[in-house]
Structures are given as C-alpha cells and as structure tokens.
C-alpha cells in the first residue's frame, strides 16, 4: 500500500505539490493521471526518497523507502528508462543491481526473458531502442519481486504488442495482490488498463477515486431518449428534478441527473411512448479534459 499524507514540495516561492493526501491500495491498477506539469514526476521522486519533502509524509508498504536497505525487494520502480549505464550490457546491468539487494542471480534471467530481452542480454544498452529501454526498465522493477511497483509512462517507445504485454502484466501483478502504480498520459490506456485514478493539478488533488466514477463526472454522461412526444417527457423529467437538453426536430432528448432505469419507469407511469432509451457515457479523456482544464499550466492556442 502506498500512503500520502499532506505531501508538499516547494522549490524556493514555486510550489510543485501541495498537501497532497491519498492512498493507493493493493490489488488494483491505480493511474495517476494530470497535465504537464501538475506534480506527478516530483510525487513519484519523493515516494522514493529521490527528493526531500518540504512537509507531509509518505510511505511504502507503512515506511518511508529510504528506511528499506534493500529497496528494489519491497518496492520496484521505472521513472526514467534512458537513466542507464549504455556501456553495460542488460545481463551485467540487472545483475550488478541484483547482487545489491541480496537477490538471487537466476532472477535476473527470469525477468529479462519475461520482458522479451533474453535474446539481447548480451548487448550492451546504449545500442537499444527506446522500447527495449523501457522493457529492461520495466524488467529492472520486476527483478525483486516487490509488492509495491511504480511506473512512470512505462509505455513511451513500445510496440503494440509490447503494450499489450504491459497491459497484461499490470493486471496479472494487481491480481496477485500487489500495489500498481501508473502514471501516464495515455487516456485510452488507462481506461483499458487502471481500476482507480488519484487525479491531480498544479499540485493538487482533483480526484481519487474510480475510474468509472471519473469518467462518469464529464459532461458526456448521461442517458439518450428518442420519444414522438418529446415535449411532454422533457417536462415530466425536469418536473422530477433532471435536466434535459432538446436536440433538433425528432432529435433525441439528452438527460442528465437521472438514470435510463427511472426514465423509463417515468414513461411508462405517464403512458410516454420510447423509440429508444440509451445510457450514454463519457470516455475517461474526456472527463479528465474537463476537470482539469483550469489546471493546464501552458495550454495550446486556438489551432485556426
């Protein structure tokens, strides 16, 4: 479990992370999304005791990282791929990081074969390509076989199969009751990959909780109805509290604040006819443009 508690990061009068408190629990992919620049790299540093707090505390597993003499077997970690020696080969690298945290040799060719690397073993990294520094990054988090693992844009420079190889590799280590932590930028991949999302801005936090229940805060949300007698439905579904939005002549009517179950039992008490009853939901890109607009720290201009 992963544990932040009033987080702050100031760097001199520029504040990077204020009081920032949430927990990201085992079990499940949990992403941590937000815009350039909202704090998510310096959250990520500070959980690893790569960056000193200015105030607030946080915790691996119920203790700060710095406190865990060999690291990489409770916590695995990919913040930076190109941070490698290049001259090493991807044998010699895992395996000097190996012999460091008291983890068995035989590990490392373990990992290197999961991630698709044991036929490059041998070759030294400053001759990979941006995929297989992310795969030996991603192999690097795995070689302790930690219950917490962290990973920021772990999916920069792969290939479609190897994003779908860590598509399933996160879900498989969340099943086995392990800690996932994500960050990225890639909506649709979180929204095919997280079950949770801690959200933030400029520092903040904006949102902790179910990807479902992010998603379902946008403004595409809603519930879609086609009726021959649209006047007299909008009326009845304002009159219970709804808000409904009138489309183009025989257009359908778009609902929000009242699910397609009740809107259909409304109809059917009042005797209103349904050509279609549609729950409509909002993508996870969307809602995270929405709710986090005001957060953009240097947003693009009008494209026109």
């Not at 815009?35 to 597993?61: F, Y």
């Not at 949300?221 to 183009?248: N, Q």
Request: overall charge positive.
């Amino acid at each position: 479990m992963i544990e932040v508690k009033g987080l702050t990061k100031r760097y001199g009068a520029a504040t990077a992370v204020s009081d920032l408190t949430f927990t990201v629990c085992p079990g499940r992919v949990t992403g941590f999304l937000g815009p350039n620049g909202a704090g998510k790299t310096t959250t990520l540093r500070m959980l690893l005791g790569l960056v000193e707090p200015t105030s607030g505390t946080a915790t691996l597993d119920g203790r700060p990282f710095r406190e865990r003499p060999r690291g990489l077997r409770h916590v695995g970690a990919l913040l930076d791929a190109g941070d490698v020696h290049g001259g090493r080969t991807a044998r010699a690298h895992l395996s000097a990081l190996a012999r460091g945290n008291g983890i068995p040799r035989s590990r490392v060719d373990e990992v290197l074969r999961d991630a698709g690397l044991a036929g490059a073993a041998r070759r030294r990294i400053g001759g990979f390509s941006l995929g297989m520094r992310q795969r030996l990054g991603i192999a690097t988090a795995l070689l302790g076989d930690p219950p917490v693992l962290l990973f920021d844009e772990p999916l920069n420079g792969l290939d479609p199969e190897g994003v779908l190889w860590v598509r399933g590799l996160f879900r498989g280590l969340a099943a086995e009751g392990r800690t996932v932590f994500v960050s990225s930028h890639l909506m649709t991949e979180m929204e095919s990959t997280a079950d949770h999302l801690v959200v933030i801005g400029r520092g903040r936090l904006i949102a902790a909780e179910s990807l479902a229940r992010f998603a379902a805060r946008g403004t595409g949300s809603g519930v879609s109805v086609r009726t021959p007698d649209a006047a007299r439905l909008a009326a009845l579904l304002e009159a219970e509290g709804a808000s409904v939005r009138r489309g183009p002549e025989d257009g359908p009517l778009s609902v929000t604040g009242m699910d397609a179950a009740r809107v259909g039992e409304l109809a059917f008490r009042h005797r209103v006819q349904l050509h279609e009853l549609l729950t409509r939901s909002s993508s996870l890109e969307q809602a995270f443009m929405e709710l986090t607009a005001d957060s953009v720290e240097y947003p693009a201009g009008d494209p026109r």
